[in-house]
């Protein structure tokens, strides 16, 4: 039998999937969440100290958002968040990020449109989505499942961030 040692090299296909990670649905746990995103990024090669900045940001904004907004911040609510790397249309190489949450309730997410200079001033709420939109290179929403009846199952909010020509290498395990 002929054993051949693994090299410590980045791989050189962009495509990457991590495995999802699940989070008690509670705001103490978004410095964990904030942990394991900057863990995870490390693992590629070439992204600059304000692109990993930027995500972490906006992880950690769409996960506050999740238990605010939905059945995951109730008791035994979950909140999932994925990640990926892949080739995207006239994109590049893309960093992929989603949060997805458990769920409906009374209120949902919405970026706030119709607030005065004063209203902004004293809003202690309402940020976290204008600071996806305008630091992803796009984002979006969308059902877990998109059927009539399963309405309210959840909903992945998603936000991609353009990934330097070099960047998106794994790093060698």
């Known amino acids: 039998m002929v054993i051949v040692p693994q090299t410590s ?36 090669i070439g992204l600059g ?55 409906t309730k009374d209120t949902g997410p919405l970026i706030p449109r119709q607030r005065t200079a004063e209203e902004w001033r004293e809003a202690e709420h309402g940020r976290g989505l204008l600071l996806v939109e305008h630091t992803a ?4 929403t969308r059902p877990v499942l998109d059927f009539p009846f399963c309405a309210g199952l959840g909903t992945v909010t998603w936000a991609e961030f353009a990934l330097p020509a070099p960047a998106g290498a794994e790093r060698g395990r």
């Open 49 to 103: 100290d304000d692109l990993v900045a930027t995500v972490v940001l906006c992880v950690s904004e769409m996960f506050a958002n999740a238990v605010e907004h939905s059945r995951s911040g109730e008791a035994d609510g979950r909140v999932i968040r994925t990640l990926a790397v892949h080739s995207a249309p006239d994109a590049g190489t893309v960093l992929r990020l989603s949060v997805i949450d458990d769920g």
């Open 9 to 44: 090299v980045a791989t050189t296909h962009p495509e990457r999937r991590w495995e999802p990670r699940l989070y008690p649905g509670t705001l103490a746990t978004a410095s964990r969440v904030r942990s394991d995103m900057r863990t995870d990024l490390a693992r590629l």
């Open 137 to 140: 290179a796009g984002w979006g």
